[in-house]
């Protein structure tokens, strides 16, 4: 992969963790950072048209991920402070790989959860879905309107499951 391709999918990935982290305005907030390089809150209040405060948020969402850094320079007159911002590329993989981890666990757990479990389904309310255990409970009756619960093949879940766990399993490879 070339410097200008790396850079690019660099860009890209940080516009999806800006998104992440704060919509569109958080986009626009990394853009003007990517620009500026180092600049203050109220630049890009200027800059982007959003509210002050909703830049700060943004802000120490991204700093408190390591994704932007800040120095500090007090004001000899007025004994203010003045936060100058830039970012921290560098920190981006560890953040996405970081967040690929816990996803892995959470994919890894659901899938025990799966497997050790058999599952009944109401055909009419499409949001019941309950372990044989909890079926047992109600007598596999629907908890919501009474109908009869249905077992459910739960194989296609396990497969896309594991699909999803090997992606990620490949990707933290790399």
């Given amino acids: 992969m070339g410097v200008w391709s790396t850079l690019a999918l660099m860009d890209e990935e940080l516009i999806k963790v800006a998104r992440f982290f704060g919509g569109d ?46 120095t500090r320079v007090r004001n000899e007159t007025t004994g203010w402070y003045t936060f100058y911002w830039r970012l921290q590329p560098d920190q981006l993989d560890a953040f996405i790989r970081s967040r690929k981890r816990r996803t892995l666990e959470k994919l890894k757990s659901r899938m025990e959860h799966e497997r050790s479990h058999s599952f009944f389904i109401c055909e009419k309310c499409s949001d019941v879905r309950l372990t044989f255990e909890d079926g047992m409970e109600t007598a596999f009756r629907c908890p919501k309107c ?4 249905t077992g459910v093949e739960n194989s296609k879940i396990i497969e896309k499951l594991s699909d999803l766990i090997k992606k990620l399993e490949d990707e933290l490879r790399e």
């Fill in 25 to 70: 305005d958080a986009v626009k907030v990394v853009e003007v950072l990517q620009r500026m390089k180092e600049v203050t809150d109220e630049i890009i209040t200027t800059e982007t048209g959003i509210r002050l405060n909703t830049i700060r948020k943004i802000l120490y969402k991204l700093y408190d991920h390591a994704l932007v850094s800040s």
């Fill in 146 to 149: 009474g109908g009869h619960l």
